[in-house]
């Protein structure tokens, strides 16, 4: 009796640590891009740290990560982190929203309009080779150094990417396409809606993607013009008393709030455009 | 005579009178065309590539207006595209980011795709909600005639070339067009698939007889589908002939008439050839 029993035993030892083999590569499968993505940053923070310790590196000027992560453990602890994330996020979703709400009319109307675009893009394309940054002062003058001078010119470095590519995204729909709608009546604002519109999506999405990254430059421009919250104000203030910790706190918190915000229109779009045939790679 | 005038008009579904079309970089595609087609007719148009028989129907359509002459449908005359006027391209066309049904039910026209997209009074919801489920037997009894009904929520990316024909052809037979234009529908199909439609599409014109206007560079294509095949000439287009095919149908593609008729028409279009 012992023989058989024994048996299905080891049998069975070995389905299940090939079962738990299986689930193991497919762990490692998940979790090798991201240990890949992370190798190299950890090293480097590792080696930073070790070389301000050593004194190799001066710290007054690059202080050491463990600096930065207690200065930030200390500023989310007084709840000053949260104000300024709050103020920061919200310039740069209002900035977008109206830029985003006037590149799409503008945009989809030169694009479908001829007439519009001979009226209009020749105006805009000239506001568009002025250099941003040249605006501020104007801004500043027309409406303060405020809250509203800011969204302004946020909307404005969202505007015109999300303006140029849908108005190409508008004018390069397949012209086939768009006869089928007109062969089966669609017209005007229909036309746009049922065709024109979702076969430039692919477009809008990659302006959207272009205009909030200009976004995230203009909020650091427009928070240190003059601002007494924000992570721009941050940095500034950290340059102001002579506490780099801070700077870099600051300098991080953009690249993760870039990087989730920019995750967030990646899902969108890879959501939306499901029915996109192409080579991923 | 008059009245006997009057009744020979009213058959004339569409009429063509002195068709024109040059092009802005001054080349002529069709010179004084004259032509009409009686309802339940098939009617094949062959001729060279650049003999303007495109162009033709792309002004039929209403997708193209002519630069001299006049179009009359039922009389009237034709100013832009119509719903009871359908077209089948020579490429399916379907929009990518749409499924099966939703691509067949842009055959409807515009008025047909919003779902409860629009708020209406209540009578008006009703009635509305009596289109919504109108619209949609419509659209999935005309998956069904082409046979897809097991890929009604695929996306045109999951199609066959012959596939995607077929739901382009659903997209032209929903609204129950009385005039059916076809632009070379089978040619990007392969041999078996283009025999295999070319019959479905036969088969689907029996139960309800729709005119159909196929242009065609095959000559059997032509001869398989026509009451009447014409042969446009090239440079400028014009109708070089026009024959009316009286064999049986289902046309048998090897009988020596049909041989004969096929013989006819390449001599028509090429009088080198044979």
Known sequence: MAGPSAFTKAAADTSSSGISQTLFSVAWARWRSAFLGLLIPTILVAAWEILVRLGQIDGSLFSSPALIVSELSKLIANGALLQHLESTFFRIVAGFAIGVLAATLLGALTGFSKLGRQLL???????????????????????GINENSKICLIALGVFFPVYLNLMNGVQNVDRKLVEVGLATG????????????????????????????????????AEIM??????????????????????????????????????????LSERWLRWQDVYKG | MAPLAGCLQGLSMLRLRKIGKQFENGTTALSEVNLEIAPRAIVSVVGASGSGKSTLLRIISGLEAPTTGELFWHGLPIDGPRRDIGFIFQEPRLMPWLTVTANVRLGLGPIQQGKGRRRLSLLHQKASANSESLAHDLVSEAIRRVGLDRFAY?????????????????????????????????????????????NHLLKLWETDRPTLLIVTHDVEEALVFGDRVIVLNGDPGRIKDDY???????????????????????KSLDPSLV
């Open chain 2, 244 to 266: 009316l095919i009286e064999l049986p149908r289902p046309r048998n593609r090897i009988g020596p008439e049909f041989q004969y008729w096929k013989e006819t028409i390449l």
């Open chain 1, 226 to 267: 003059g601002a007494s919250r924000g992570l721009g104000y941050l940095l500034i203030d950290g340059e102001a008393t002579g506490r780099p910790a801070i700077m870099f706190s600051a300098v991080i918190l953009f690249a993760i709030c870039g990087k989730l915000t920019d995750s967030v229109l990646v899902g």
């Open chain 2, 154 to 198: 695929a996306f045109p990316r999951e199609l066959s070339g012959g596939m995607a024909q077929r739901v382009a052809i659903a997209r032209a037979l929903v609204a129950r067009p009385s005039l059916i234009l076809l632009d070379e529908p089978f040619s990007a199909l392969d041999a078996v698939n283009r025999l295999k439609l070319q």
């Open chain 1, 186 to 221: 669609f017209h005007g604002v229909q036309l746009m809606r049922t065709i024109v519109l979702p076969a430039s999506l692919p477009a809008y999405l990659v302006g959207l993607r272009q205009g909030l990254a200009l976004g995230w430059m203009f909020v650091v421009a």
């Open chain 1, 121 to 143: 893009d020749p105006l805009l394309q000239s506001l568009r080779s002025i250099p941003s940054m040249a605006w501020v002062p104007l801004f500043i003058l027309w409406l």
